[in-house]
């Protein structure tokens, strides 16, 4: 059940983000937040880094997904290019 930006998951309602690489709406919890420091895309796992975040599925096919679709510049409401070598590298850690 849904109710105003949240998922009944587990029993409990949990903040939904949407995943700027497949678009799909799921939990928080379920998504790595990204921020950009220094023109550089870093994955902020405690979720306390300040700026503006963004999120993604901890999957190399959406990061893919997301560089082909451009997302990372609209979502970060960045002018220009941005280094994604540091959360590719988190990704292929994961893996």
Do not use: N, W
């Not at 029993?11 to 709406?25: D, E, F, I, K, S």
């Not at 921020?35 to 190399?60: C, F, K, M, Y």
């Not at 997301?66 to 990704?91: I, K, M, N, P, W």
Request: proline residues 4%.
């Amino acid at each position: 059940m849904r109710r105003q930006g949240k998922l009944e998951y587990g029993g409990q309602a949990v903040p939904l983000r949407t995943c700027v690489g497949c678009r799909v709406r799921t939990a928080k919890s379920e998504l790595l937040r990204l921020v950009v420091v220094e023109g550089v895309i870093t994955p902020d796992q405690q979720g306390r880094l300040p700026g503006r975040g963004a999120s993604l599925h901890p999957d190399v096919s959406c990061l893919e997904l997301a560089e082909r679709r451009r997302a990372f510049t609209r979502a970060f409401r960045a002018q220009g290019s941005l280094d994604v070598t540091r959360l590719r590298d988190h990704l292929a850690e994961r893996a």
